[in-house]
C-alpha cells in the first residue's frame, strides 16, 4: 500500500512538472485570446473624446474581471475581460451612461463584477457580518475582562 501511495505521488510530481514546463514554454500563448480582433480592437480602440475615454477607463477599473477576481478589466490580461474591457469601451463610445453599463453587466454576471456590491436582500450577509464579528468581538472581551477581575 505504501509502496503504490509513493509512486503515485511520484507520478503526480513528475506530471505537475511537465505541465509547468509546457505552461512555461507556452508563456506567449497563456492570456492571448483566440480572437485577434478582438485583441486588436481593444488596444487600438479609439474615442471622441478625452471625457468618453477617462470615463470608459474608471469605469473598467471599477469592475472585477470574472475569471481572475482580484483583478479589474484594465489589470486582467484574461480573454473575458479584454471581451468585457471592448464591451465596456463601445457601450460608453455609443453613448450609454454608468449605469446602464454596470446594469447590463450585472444582468450578465451577477453583482459579482462589482468591487462594491449594492446593499439588498442578497448581500446583507456581506456587509453586516463584519459588523456582527465586531460586535461578538466587543462582548466577548468584555466577558473576559469581567471574570478576570
Known sequence: MKHSFKSLLY????LSM????AAL??????????????????????????EQQKQAIELAKRLRCPQCQNQNLIESNSPIAKDLRLTVYQQIKAGKSEEEVIAFMTHRFGDFVLYEPPLNAKTYVLWLLPLLLLVVFCIMAVNSVRRNR
Open 25 to 50: 514554454d507556452n508563456s506567449n500563448d497563456l492570456f492571448v485570446s483566440a480572437d485577434k480582433d478582438v485583441i486588436e480592437s481593444v488596444e487600438l480602440f479609439e474615442f471622441t473624446s478625452q
Open 11 to 14: 507520478l503526480f510530481c513528475l
Open 18 to 21: 511537465f505541465s509547468v514546463n
